[in-house]
C-alpha cells in the first residue's frame, strides 16, 4: 500500500469508552501530524512528531494521547471524549515542508 | 495574529467558465504557501508550494500565483470532476526551530456540466 493509511476509516465511541487511531506512512518521511478537522473551522494542528521525536501542543486536552513508535507509524489514543471531539482526524507525514495526507478517521463521540 | 482569509467561501461555475480563488494571509516570516484539494470525506491531497512573490505554478486548468499579500488559484475552463473544497496554508515559525501551517477555512468550488 502506498502514501499515508489510516485505520479505522469510521469510529463511533461513547464518552467512556477507550479507542486508538492509527496512522502508517509508507512515503519514508521523518515528521508526521494529527489534524482535527470541524465543520466551519480550518485544520487545528494536535501534534507533531518529528524524528519520533514530539514536539508538544499544550492547547490538546489530556484525554488525546499520540504515540510515535517509530518514523511509519502513529497512534492516537482516545479516552472519555466528549461529544465536541465528534470531526475528522487527520493524519500527515513530511519529509521537508510539503505535508501529505491519509483519508482520515471519521469519529462520532455519543 | 497570524491568519489566513479565503474567498469566497463557495463558488459555483458552469463547465468552462474560469475563474479565480483568493487567499490573503498575515503571518510573521512567511516560510511558504500551500494549496490542496479537499474532496467529501477523504484528506487534502497536495497542489502547490509557493515561495516567494512572484512565482508561478500550474497543474492541468490550475495556476497558483503568489503577491506579499496573497494567493490567487486560477481555474481555467473548469471540468465537474474539479469540483471540490480548495485550501490555503501558510507555514510559519512554531515552537522554537519547528514550523507549522496555518489553515484558512476553504473555498468550496462546484463546477455544473
Known amino acids: 500500500e502506498t502514501g499515508v493509511t489510516q485505520t479505522p476509516r469510521h469510529l463511533v465511541m461513547g464518552m467512556t469508552n477507550k479507542k486508538s487511531l492509527k496512522c502508517e506512512q509508507h512515503l519514508g518521511h521523518n515528521a508526521m501530524y494529527w489534524y482535527k478537522q470541524s465543520a466551519k473551522k480550518p485544520l487545528e494542528l494536535m501534534f507533531v512528531y518529528s524524528l519520533e521525536e514530539r514536539v508538544e501542543n499544550n492547547s490538546v486536552p489530556s484525554r488525546f494521547s499520540p504515540e510515535c513508535p517509530n518514523s511509519s507509524h502513529l497512534f492516537l489514543h482516545l479516552h472519555t471524549l466528549q461529544p465536541e471531539d465528534s470531526a475528522l482526524y487527520l493524519c500527515a507525514s513530511s519529509h521537508s515542508d510539503t505535508q501529505y495526507f491519509g483519508p482520515g478517521t471519521r469519529l462520532t463521540v455519543l | 495574529e497570524d491568519q489566513v482569509t479565503q474567498s469566497p467561501e463557495a463558488l459555483r461555475l458552469q463547465e468552462g467558465e474560469s475563474s479565480s480563488l483568493n487567499c490573503s494571509y498575515t503571518v510573521s516570516g512567511l516560510r511558504g504557501l500551500f494549496w490542496y484539494r479537499q474532496d467529501p470525506g477523504k484528506g487534502p491531497e497536495f497542489l502547490f508550494t509557493l515561495y516567494s512573490a512572484g512565482e508561478e505554478k500550474e497543474k492541468e486548468r490550475l495556476k497558483a500565483t503568489l503577491t506579499k499579500k496573497e494567493s490567487f488559484l486560477h481555474i481555467t475552463a473548469p471540468k465537474p470532476e474539479d469540483s471540490a473544497t480548495y485550501l490555503c496554508?501558510?507555514?510559519?515559525?512554531?515552537?522554537?526551530?519547528?514550523?507549522?501551517?496555518?489553515w484558512g477555512l476553504g473555498t468550496s468550488l462546484a463546477v455544473n456540466p
Open positions: 496554508a501558510v507555514q510559519a515559525p512554531w515552537a522554537g526551530n519547528n514550523r507549522k501551517l496555518i
